[in-house]
């Protein structure tokens, strides 16, 4: 019963880990943000050294204080094996270095024999193989059933060893958990690979229903769905600011027309990439969405409108700083925008819409390349 229990709970925590790290690397590889994604290692460690610590403190309690039992062994294994497999962050194959040295250090702490030394040293040097090996290669081993066994079996096998180096079982006890260990963690495997590809097909049809095919960012449905919900959160929450910014890219029709329809996609594909990436980078709780054509709306939750401009202008800056170079050409991209916050005499969102939309193309009216925030249009050049 008690090798059940720390079963299913090793399992739930391999779960969560899994669900974790699909969610957090697929938002890295979106935003491409070295920051955001160190953060992502760091949350990846973090959740693995947690998952150990939970397992630890489950098994010294149901066993009155005693964590030295095979399937603690087996569950803090599969953790860190699953976690190599799973989490792309360089930290972890230093937790796999480490745990062996740390644990064998407690072992010896705790009164075990220094005999098996040696044993302990080679065992930890192919470990230490196994994983460089897999971080050179991990694309070919997940793909390769032998291999990812193979590896499977080396790993196991330099830590089966490593305990037994520290508390001698009968050697054919070792070889048992051996093979046990191997086929939990291939029972593991196959359960993991059916929840990754659920949520691959999750993730798919969210991103054909959610996000704009051409530029990645969210589409007009997203946006119909998020800013009925902000209006009415906003709307009861008066002392909380909620502001909308309005974009088009100027005179877009041009780029179609003088360079063809391939140079029009890029330049949008180019705009939404650099404000998307800019809003998270200058922590703006901006949220960007394609309305239509060259439209884009950006949601400010809990941001004053003076802010969501200062943000908007620094992006905007640096959007006319540089070239996009496409076809062997250097093309200067400018946006207009219409900025407003929610207001309490907005009873409606087509409102509060309607009045962003107007100072957009007031802005546009003025000339372009301005910004136009509440009624006052202003150039930032």
């Known amino acids: 019963m008690k090798t059940l229990i720390i079963a299913f709970m090793t399992t739930g925590l391999i779960a969560l880990m899994s669900i974790m790290t699909y969610v957090l690397e697929h938002r890295a590889l979106r935003l491409r943000n070295r920051h955001f994604t160190l953060l992502v290692h760091l949350a990846?460690?973090?959740?693995?050294?947690?998952?150990?610590?939970?397992?630890?403190?489950?098994?010294?309690?149901?066993?009155?204080?005693?964590?030295?039992?095979?399937?603690?062994?087996?569950?803090?294994?599969?953790?860190?094996?699953?976690?190599?497999?799973?989490?792309?962050?360089?930290?972890?194959?230093?937790?796999?270095?480490?745990?062996?040295?740390?644990?064998?250090?407690?072992?010896?702490?705790?009164?075990?024999?220094?005999?098996?030394?040696?044993?302990?040293v080679i065992m930890v040097a192919l470990l230490i193989v196994g994983i460089i090996y897999f971080s050179r290669h991990r694309t070919e081993v997940m793909a390769s059933k032998w291999q990812y066994f193979s590896l499977q079996a080396v790993y196991g096998g330099t830590w089966w060893f490593i305990i037994w180096s520290i508390h001698p079982f009968n050697l054919l006890f070792t070889l048992f958990m051996l093979v046990g260990f191997m086929g939990y963690i291939?029972?593991?495997?196959?359960?993991?690979?059916?929840?990754?590809?659920?949520?691959?097909?999750?993730?798919?049809?969210?991103?054909?229903?959610?996000?704009?095919?051409l530029t990645g960012v969210r589409n007009r449905a997203s946006f119909d769905t998020v800013t009925a919900e902000v209006f009415e959160v906003y709307r009861k929450r008066t002392r909380v600011p909620v502001t909308m910014a309005m974009f088009d890219i100027d005179h877009f029709k041009q780029f179609n027309d003088l360079h063809g329809h391939t140079t029009?996609?890029?330049?949008?594909?180019?705009?939404?990439?650099?404000?998307?990436?800019?809003?998270?980078?200058?922590?703006?709780?901006g949220e960007l969405f394609r309305y239509g054509g060259e439209e884009f709306v950006v949601i400010f939750r809990a941001v004053p409108v003076a802010d969501a401009t200062t943000s908007i202008t620094t992006i905007r800056h640096d959007l006319e700083a540089q070239t996009l170079k496409f076809n062997g050409e250097s093309l200067q991209v400018t946006v207009s925008f219409g900025i407003s916050q929610l207001q309490p005499e907005d009873l409606t969102f087509t409102s509060w819409f309607t009045r962003v939309d107007q100072y957009l193309y007031q802005s546009k009216k003025a000339g372009r390349d301005r910004i136009t925030v509440e009624g006052k249009t202003i150039t930032t050049n």
């Open 44 to 120: 990846e460690t973090g959740s693995v050294l947690l998952s150990m610590l939970i397992v630890r403190s489950a098994v010294y309690a149901i066993n009155s204080g005693s964590v030295l039992t095979w399937s603690y062994a087996t569950a803090q294994l599969t953790i860190l094996l699953f976690a190599l497999y799973t989490m792309w962050g360089p930290t972890i194959g230093m937790i796999n270095i480490i745990m062996p040295i740390f644990i064998y250090s407690q072992g010896i702490y705790l009164g075990s024999s220094t005999q098996y030394i040696p044993i302990f």
């Open 186 to 213: 291939g029972l593991l495997h196959m359960g993991i690979q059916w929840m990754s590809k659920a949520m691959e097909r999750y993730t798919l049809l969210s991103q054909q229903v959610n996000f704009d095919e």
């Open 264 to 285: 029009g996609d890029a330049v949008l594909k180019y705009v939404a990439d650099h404000f998307e990436h800019e809003l998270v980078a200058h922590k703006s709780h």
